[in-house]
């Protein structure tokens, strides 16, 4: 036994080793003292390993004076279990280490917080001790989890022709819909490079240069508010490209890696096949599910019943209606049977959203009750009911008003009222396509046209749809891969016609010189042969996420930043040295003070 620490790991013994004298290293997880006795669980990154120590040990002393989380390296000998005391959980369950002797590699000092356990504990001192927070069992074999995921994703795309190839990091700013994290340059003055959101011009300009199918784990930057399914700062994507492909050829060259990974590490909960991912278009998906993200575990459907209140004697429904206003239903099956209190609780959490209200109809015994059906009248409730397939002990939800706002609350009001009444099946995995996205949205702030998704996307109808149809009604060849109420993976067939290009962004207000200046790169390889492609990018960390069965992305990250984009363990952002600032041509100005700029400099107004 020559190694100084270990001659196996805390998960690799088994009975086979009993009679055997070894030597672990590792971190003291739990201590039990039975009278006289200790038992004392040692882990390491592979597992735990029971180690006993009595009074004829003469490593008792020194290991029952240890705090737990403390670095010690054990030599003892191999011994089994008594049957009754198996632990069927641990690799090592069958057997025990009887300690001879003791090292202390290093000593913990009180612990801020439990490592032992998966008890909540407060996120801010997670974040702060995070390196005491990763040796939890959970979170750590989230990490390895996500490690494996990563792994297979580069194994498949590589066993299908794509090369991965790196792109900068340092470049310029680009419109992918969200605020850049600028970097200032040194030599430059006043100049800043941008961290890329997505490395979406590089990979183009690559199927420009003839590389023809590239993929990459890519690092993206985004400077967004977080939220449960985002983290702020930063996060990664497996990007891709290819030459000359329709976006057909995407769906079915991408469905066997993305099913592929899932199925690998869904732990056997069934996931939709390969070539059975259903495509949906957009307007479907709005109008079906009120949302671009359907969850498809979710058997709730959304139905346009605005014909049914025209004219209707409930005024108010009747009254939206004639102001070219849509009514969404949303069926609550069963929901009749219980009480009112629960469509009375549904009406006031849309109002707790936000909303004024979501109506309803509930149906007890066959009897629909609630102010809609009094007011509708018997007639027009029963023809509402029977269009709906509603049964005698069945409700359903009403969300009224403009048309993208009804859509909204009947989506949120059917993912509510499926997790109320448990309908959805929460152990597998529905993927689908979402498609034909529009190319253009009303930017109703500013007053003007704008891009809906990707402005580098191809719009169907080319130069053609662009000169003679409403830009809203102008469809996109674009595509986002949806898994249970998360969009997973977005992507298109790219525009690579500089005229078409440029016409395009005529659209939104952005001239030819407009183009040329902000996407000169993209803009000028264009010119020079540019073949048809298109690519995805799908996010890594939700699809870990999903996997892992997690419910935040700080649960699958290994140093996230907190919900106000701070580093707790780090501190960042921190405040920059005088000398820093002054090599980059900066000054820092007072946030309570308007700012006024000039070349090279950001100077506050009572500045010399």
Known sequence: MTHPYRSHTCGALTSAEVGRTVRLS??????????????????????????????????LQLLDSLRLESVVTIEGDVKARSEATVNPNLSTGEIEVYARFGTVLSRAEELPMPVAGEQEYPEDIRLKYRFLDLRRDTLHANIVKRTKIISDMRKRMEAIGFTEYSTPILTASSPEGARDFLVPSRIHSGKFYALPQAPQQYKQLLMVAGFDRYFQIAPCFRDEDPRADRLPGEFYQLDLEMSFVTQEEVWETMEPVLQGVFAAFAEGKPVTPSGQFRRIPYAQAIRDYGSDKPDLRNPLIIKDVTEHFKGSGFGIFAGIVENGGVIRAVPAPGAGAGSRKFFDD?????????FSGLGYINIKEGAPGGPIAKNHGDERTAALIDALGLGPDDGVFFAAGKEEQAAKLAGLARTRVAEQLDLIDKDRFELCWIVDFPFFEWDEDNKKLDFAHNPFSMPQGGMEALATQDPLDIKAYQYDLVCNGYEIASGSIRNQSPELMVAAFEKVGLSKQD????????????????????????????????LCGAQNLREITLFPMNQRAEDLLMGAPSPAEFKQLRELHLRVVDAAKPAVSTPGHIVAPDAG
């Open 26 to 59: 590792g971190w003291v997880h739990r201590k039990r003292d039975h009278g006289g006795v200790l038992f004392l669980d040692l882990r390491d990154h592979y597992g735990i390993t029971q180690v006993v120590a009595d009074a004829d040990s003469a490593a």
């Open 346 to 354: 549904m009406n006031n959490w849309a109002r707790a959203e936000g």
């Open 515 to 546: 183009v040329e200046e902000r996407f000169g790169g993209l803009y000028r390889a264009f010119q020079y042969g540019a073949p048809p492609h298109g690519g995805m990018a799908a996010g890594v960390d939700r699809i870990v996420m999903l």
